[in-house]
């Protein structure tokens, strides 16, 4: 299991680096049903620190739950890193990579090969996946600076595009969402 997720990191980067094109992403995007409570996130980074809906209040949350061996994470992967380091220096958007019941030390190899600078945080039992309404990898939910779920996105979206580019837009701007508690 452990080479089949290597390889395909590696299988990927070398398409990459090749020139070959990134397939067109794939993604379903609907608004989180207001009706349906925002899930807890009680989870800890594979650095220890423990992150919660309280510590993203303030900011707006892309949680993306993702897998090593799952190949539209890995395209994902490097497009979050991108926007997680546009944003790092306003502290207005955080990018959380939620893995899907991985060990420690695959998700460490994984971080490093992409040199990923978001906090990547752990889903040992796939508790926050299926609370959080995912069903498929990657899944992505968007969270307002009120710390509600906003926006879900299942299956691979381009976070370099426009489309990722006017769901973050309206969730920046919105300051009603950061007002209300």
């Known amino acids: ?35 349906k409570p925002t ?10 620190v423990r992150w919660s809906l309280q510590s993203l209040r303030g900011r707006v949350g892309v949680l993306n739950f993702w897998a090593s061996w799952c190949e539209p994470c890995l ?15 306003d502290d207005r958007l955080v990018v959380l ?29 796939g508790v926050a996946f299926r609370a959080w309404g995912a ?4 899944s992505t939910v968007l969270v307002s600076r009120s710390a509600r779920a906003s926006v879900a996105v299942e299956g691979q979206l381009d976070w370099d595009g426009v489309q990722a580019a006017q769901l973050l837009q309206s969730l920046l701007a919105d300051d009603s969402s950061h007002a209300s508690g």
């Open 1 to 35: 299991m452990q080479m089949i997720g290597r390889r395909a990191v590696l299988t990927a980067l070398a398409g990459l680096c090749a020139g070959r094109p990134i397939p067109a992403a794939v993604a379903r995007i609907r608004r989180w049903n207001p009706a």
């Open 39 to 48: 899930p807890a996130l009680d989870l800890k980074s594979v650095e220890g």
């Open 75 to 89: 395209v994902e992967m490097t497009q979050l890193n991108r926007l997680a380091r546009r944003h790092e220096r």
């Open 97 to 125: 990579g939620i893995n899907y019941q991985e060990g420690e030390a695959g998700i460490r190899r994984f971080s490093q090969a992409l040199s990923l600078g978001f906090p990547l945080l752990r889903d040992p039992d």
């Open 135 to 138: 069903e498929l990898l990657p």
